[in-house]
Structure formats: structure tokens, C-alpha cells
């Protein structure tokens, strides 16, 4: 019946694969192309404020992964899922990689700001394209910009949060809120 339905050829592979049969060799090496986070309300969002602080915890945490795989990147996206469902994605790149978190959020929210739908929120997510090794990326120093900064700020708050566990720190504007960088995993009674 296979036979009839996908030929000789095909047949042959799906009952060597269903067999665990597969002459194939395996890749374990993955290179990340992006690096994301995203959070769906519980119920649909229409105040900025709150939208806000969404972006600021999605950009922490994507931040903090970005540091921790090595990486940097030059693009920001920006995903905004309306009650409808509805999706809509805006992207910018920056002049220079990063990957601190004050800068993501910043672009994120000047992308939000331009986009402002008027109707109801269910989804928002922010996402660093364009990866590069931090190692392997010269950093452009900028004429009056101090020598210490949000990138060493957010690297010490990682080390805290290795050692304490995420929820010791974090931007201010996050406390007594929801905090989107732990969606994923929600409190048990």
C-alpha cells in the first residue's frame, strides 16, 4: 500500500527509517540564527505602560542569553500579536552589535512607539537577529561615553542571578508586575 501511495524509492526509505534504519550522518552542531523570548498575556493588554514592561523583561532576558551563549547581534524584531491574532513584526537594525539588554529595549519600544495599534494586545516578543561570537566582534568605543556602562551593569546582574537565582534582580519598573523574563514557568500554589 506504501508502495502505491509514494513509490518504490520513497517506500523503501520510510520502512528503513521506521526501522531506525538511516545511513544519514548526524549533525549535533546547531548555530543559532536568532535569539528571542516572547510572553502571551492572560488576558488582552491595552495600556502602554504595561506593554512597556513587557519589553523591558523580554529584552532582560534575551539580553542575558545572548551573554551567556557568547553571542552579540545588530537586529532588533519586534512581534505584536493583536486580540485577533493578527501578527505584525518590525525589525532595526543597530550600527553596532550588542548585547545589552537597555539597548534592545530601547529599540524595541522606539519600533513600538511607531507602531502603537489601537486595538487590544495578546502577544509581544522581542528577538536579536544578525549573530555574531562577542569574542570575534570589535567593540566601538564612542567619543564621551563613559567607561563603565549598562553592558558591565547587566554582566555583574548576571553574575548575581547564577549564583541567587533570576529573581534577585531586575529593573525596578518590573517589581510587585509580572515579570516576562520567568513566563514560562509559572508559580505554584
Known amino acids: 500500500m506504501l508502495r502505491r501511495a509514494v513509490g ?10 521506521s526501522w ?10 546547531h548555530v543559532e540564527k536568532s535569539i528571542g523570548a516572547e510572553v502571551t498575556f492572560d488576558a488582552d493588554v491595552t495600556d502602554p505602560a504595561e506593554i512597556r514592561r ?16 557568547g553571542q552579540v547581534g545588530r537586529t532588533v ?36 512607539t511607531v507602531l502603537a495599534p489601537a486595538e487590544p494586545i495578546r502577544l509581544v516578543g522581542v528577538r ?11 567593540r566601538q568605543l564612542t567619543l564621551g561615553e563613559p567607561e563603565r556602562g549598562w553592558r558591565e551593569a547587566e554582566v555583574a546582574a548576571d553574575a548575581a542571578a547564577a549564583r541567587f537565582g533570576r529573581s534577585v ?10 515579570d516576562p523574563r520567568r513566563a514560562e514557568k509559572p508559580a505554584r500554589p
Open 20 to 29: 531506525g534504519r538511516d545511513p544519514r550522518g548526524v549533525s549535533p552542531e
Open 169 to 178: 534582580i531586575g529593573p525596578a519598573s518590573l517589581l510587585g508586575r509580572r
Open 54 to 69: 513587557a519589553l523591558l523583561g523580554l529584552a532582560e532576558k534575551v539580553g542575558a542569553r545572548l551573554r551567556a551563549a
Open 77 to 112: 524584531s519586534l512581534k505584536v500579536r493583536s486580540a485577533d491574532f493578527r501578527t505584525v513584526s518590525r525589525s532595526r537594525t543597530l550600527t553596532v552589535p550588542t548585547d545589552t539588554a537597555r539597548e534592545m529595549f530601547d529599540t524595541a519600544w522606539a519600533l513600538w
Open 128 to 138: 536579536m537577529e544578525g549573530l555574531a561570537a562577542a569574542a570575534e566582534t570589535p
Open 8 to 17: 518504490d524509492a520513497a517506500a523503501g526509505h520510510l520502512h528503513e527509517l
